[in-house]
C-alpha cells in the first residue's frame, strides 16, 4: 500500500501532486487514479492517517477531536477583535488524512437551490451540480431519491442509534412554535421547518470520511500502485519553471528532518483549505504583492490580490440546557468520562454509532419577527430574503447532551441547542507574516463586523426562538445560567429551574434591556462551527477571484485548487456535503483536461 510518513528516496517525479489530503483532496485523488491506474499521483498530508483512531472511527467520539491534546486537529487562532471585546477566536480545522470529514460532527446537510445558483458561475448551477452531489452518495434517508445518491462512496443513514423521545419532543416544540416538521431538507428546494437528522455515518455506524471511503480502497485493492500518499509532511511551497507550477517543496514532521521537493510534470493541485491553501499560495509567490513583500517574500510570480481576502464562516452560538432525560439518552457520559470508551468499544455498543445530532432545523423569521428587529434590518430582508423563500436566516439543532466541553457543570443529562448564521455580510481574512511554516498567520475571522449589525440581530432574534422551542419540551428542566445571557433576576428573561415541565407557556416578553444583553452575549461568546471558506474564491479577477470555473489559478499555469476556499458564497448548510461536491466537480475538470478515460 502506497501510505507512508516517509517518502521512498525513488519517488522523485510525478504526474500530479496534490497538496493536501482533506476531504475533497482525497476525492480527487481518488477519481483520477480509477480515470487512469497509470497516473502516477502524490498527495501530501501535514497530519496522520486516522485508521484506527477511536476517535476517527466512531461518530460519539467527535468531540474528542476538539481537545487540545488533539493530534488530529489544528487550532487556529484569530487576532484579537473588537468586535468581540477584544477576543480571539480559535478554530479547529482537521489536520489529519480526509481533513474535516475525519472529526467533523459527521451532520448530513445540503446547499440550498439558491446557494449553488448565487454563484453565477457556468458549470456550478444547482442543476449541473446535482450529478456530483449524487455521485458521492448512498442514501439511505427520507425524501425523493431523484435527488440523492443510491451508489456512491460514502453513506448517509441515521446510523445506529437515535435519541428518539428527545427528538420528538424537540420536533412537537418546534410545531407549537410555529415550524413544520419536513421530510428532507436536503432536497435543496425545501425550506423553513425541522427533519429528522440523517447523517454521514453508515448504517453500522461508522464514520463515513473521504479518506477511508474514496482513497484507502483505492490503496488497498492492488490495482493502482502509482497512487502514493504521505502523511505528517506539511507542504510550504509549489515551485515554478517561469508562470507553471513544477513541484512541491514540504517539511515533514519528523525531528530533524528537512525539506525536501518533489517534482510534477503535469499539475499541482492545492487542497489544504481555508486556511492553508492561502498561506501556501502566498508563500509560493502567488498573491498581493503587498502582502507577499511583508512577509518577506522574494518573489512575485503572480499578482493575485484575492488570495487571503474575504475569509467566510457561519457564526455560531451553543445553549445547554438541563434536562429528565436519562443517561442512555445523551452522550454526556462520554463527555464527562462515566462512560468507559473501551468498554464501549469491547461491547459494540449502539451509542458509538451516533453523533447526538438528531435533528436540523433551516428557518425563516415571520413578518412581526422581521418588523421586530427595526427597519436597517427590514431594509436588509427585503432585499436578500424575502422573495427567496428559499433561503433560511438561520440553522438550528438538537444536541443531546452538554454542547461543550463540561468543565465545572454540575453532573447530569443535560440537551443543547446550537444556532449558525446561514449567510454571513461579515467578512475576515487570512494571509501569511512570514516565508516560514511556524510564522503565525494574520488571521482575522470578521465576526459581527458588518456596519448595519445584521449578524448581531440574526442571532439575537435566533436566541429567543430557540428558547422558546426549548421551554415547550417535556424534558426540559430549565436553562443552564452559564450558558446563557446573564438576565438579572427581576427581568422576565431571567433564566429559571423547575422541578417539571412548564405548562401554559407563553412567550417571554424582551425589554430593551433584555435585547442589549443578548447582544454583548454573542460577542462574548460567538464561536465558529468550522466552516471556513472562500479565501481563494472563484470568481472574475475584478471580483477578488484567484480561480476561474475551472478551478485554475490566475495568472499562473499547471496550478489547480479543490476546496471549499473556492467557494465564492457562502451556503444554508453544514459544509461536509459541500467539500464533497466540489470534490467531485474538481475530479471531473480534471479528468476532462488530462484526457483521461477516453477510448
Known sequence: MGLYSQLPDDIQTVDIIIAGGGTAGCIVASRLAEADPNLSILIVEAGPDGAGNPTVDYPAFFFSNLLPSATTTTFYKSNPSKNLGGREIV????????????????????????????????????????????KSETYHGPGLMDRHGCDGPVHVSSGTFTGKRCQDDFISAMKNVGWPEIEDLGSMDACNGVQRAVRFVSPDGKRQDTASRYLKPRLQDGAHPNLHVLVESQVVRVLFQGKKASGIVYQPKAEGATERTVNASKMVIVSAGAFGTPAVLERSGVGNPEILRRAGIAEVVADVPGVGREYDDHHMLLYPYKSSLN????????????????????????????????????????????ASLGPVFQEVWDEEFKDSPNKPLMMMALISCFPGEPIGIPPGQYFGVSTFTTYPFSRGHVHITGPGLTDPLDFETGFFADEKGIDLKKHRWAYKKQREVARRMSVYRGELPAGHPPFPAHSKAACVAPDGPLTDVQDIEYSADDDAIIDKWARDNVSSPWHSLGTCKMATRDQNGVVDQYLSVYGVEGLKIADLSVVPKNVAANTNNTALAVGEKAASILIEELGLGRK
Open 91 to 134: 478554530v479547529p480545522v482537521g489536520t489529519v488524512l480526509g481533513g474535516g470529514s475525519s472529526i467533523n460532527m459527521m451532520m448530513y446537510s445540503r446547499a440550498q437551490r439558491d446557494d449553488w445558483d448565487s454563484w453565477k458561475t457556468p458549470g456550478w448551477t444547482t442543476d449541473e451540480m446535482l450529478p456530483f452531489l449524487k
Open 327 to 370: 443517561p442512555d439518552e445523551t452522550i454526556d457520559g462520554i463527555l464527562t468520562g462515566n462512560l468507559n470508551p473501551a468498554e464501549l468499544i469491547q461491547n459494540n455498543d449502539k451509542i458509538l454509532g451516533w453523533n447526538a445530532q438528531d435533528v436540523t432545523c433551516k428557518l425563516r423569521p415571520t413578518d412581526k419577527d422581521v
